[in-house]
């Protein structure tokens, strides 16, 4: 049985940090594209970062140089460190593996809710 689970959201304050975990089992972590993406209230779901099973890694504009993905392949996790938060990163946040072999394989977690304000 696949499962990703996200933890470590919470309430923070503007400028404040968090860190997003997504513990990963059922499948050759290392074998998979990993991303976490989010969902606001009434918007689409954005990726904000991706990793790939090479270490490579792309942001979406809004957080780079406040946010950074890694992961660790032995303990099959994969993480979001946010810094500098700020009110619109406020959501759900997601991880997704992609199968590199065949990318339409693809699971995600349930998600972690991430709340900034005041």
């Known amino acids: 049985q696949v499962q990703l689970v996200e933890s470590g959201g919470g309430l923070v304050q503007p400028g404040g940090s968090l860190r997003l975990s997504c513990a990963v089992s059922?499948?050759?972590?290392?074998?998979?594209?990993m991303s976490w993406y989010r969902q606001a209230p009434g918007k689409e779901r954005e990726l904000v970062a991706d990793?790939?099973?090479?270490?490579?890694?792309n942001y979406v504009d809004s957080v780079k140089g406040r946010f950074t993905i890694s992961r660790d392949n032995a303990k099959k996790t994969l993480y979001l460190q946010m810094n500098n938060l700020k009110p619109e990163d406020t959501a759900v946040y997601s991880c997704?593996?992609?199968?590199?072999?065949?990318?339409?394989?693809?699971?995600w977690g349930q998600g972690t809710q991430v709340t900034v304000s005041p």
């Open positions: 059922g499948i050759t972590f290392s074998g998979y594209n």
């Open positions: 990793i790939s099973i090479s270490g490579s890694k």
């Open positions: 997704h593996a992609k199968w590199t072999v065949l990318d339409t394989l693809s699971f």
